[in-house]
């Protein structure tokens, strides 16, 4: 099953890739791509808010580049436009039968379940790279084990490396 495989790092580590590009392993040519996310932590699920930004240079060659770049904006776009949608075309049929206090986590629950298919779709068709970080560690999403494992050695000096939440890989 094509999930992805997780490294998780310390925030604050700078970290170091494999000389070749994320998605198709060619030559990248000393090309990098910039991946930028939100901090996500309790806060985001409470207030519906995300945390300070953080970005990461990634090794890409040119076309990957601008699959990659494509693949992340489609998947923006499409959150927002299923929120949008729901809320003005779903939330007017739910509005009444909800209580005025439970109104707003009613409509995060509605709008969490109608993006749940692209939860899924990115959970078994990972895409060749993600991140996401939170206050003091990030995770580094890889499609390729190969490529994942590699960088967790290469980022082997780091306070701790964990590969899909196993601590310590050892030298
Ligand atoms: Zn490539």
């Not at 970005?55 to 040119?62: F, G, L, N, Y």
């Not at 729901?86 to 009613?106: E, N």
């Not at 990972?126 to 996401?132: F, G, H, L």
Request: aromatic share 14%; charged share 20%; with cysteine.
């Amino acid at each position: 099953m094509p999930l992805s495989t997780d490294v998780n790092l310390p925030r604050e580590h700078v970290v170091r890739f494999p000389q070749r590009c994320v998605r198709c392993n060619a030559d990248n040519e000393g090309r990098l791509i910039r991946l930028w996310t939100h901090t996500i932590g309790w806060w985001t699920w409470v207030f519906w808010m995300f945390g300070r930004p953080f970005s990461v240079r990634v090794p890409a060659c040119s076309p990957c580049s601008r699959v990659i770049r494509c693949q992340r904006l489609g998947g923006l776009a499409i959150t927002i436009g299923v929120t949008i949608v729901f809320l003005y075309f779903g939330w007017p049929w739910l509005d009444d039968f909800v209580a005025r206090p439970i109104r707003k986590w009613v409509a995060m629950l509605a709008v969490i379940l109608c993006l749940m298919p692209c939860f899924l779709w990115e959970l078994f068709l990972p895409p060749a790279i993600d991140i996401t970080a939170y206050s003091d560690n990030v995770d580094y999403e890889f499609r390729d084990p190969d490529y994942a494992l590699e960088f967790a050695i290469l980022n082997r000096d780091a306070e701790w490396v964990k590969v899909d939440d196993t601590p310590d890989i050892g030298d």
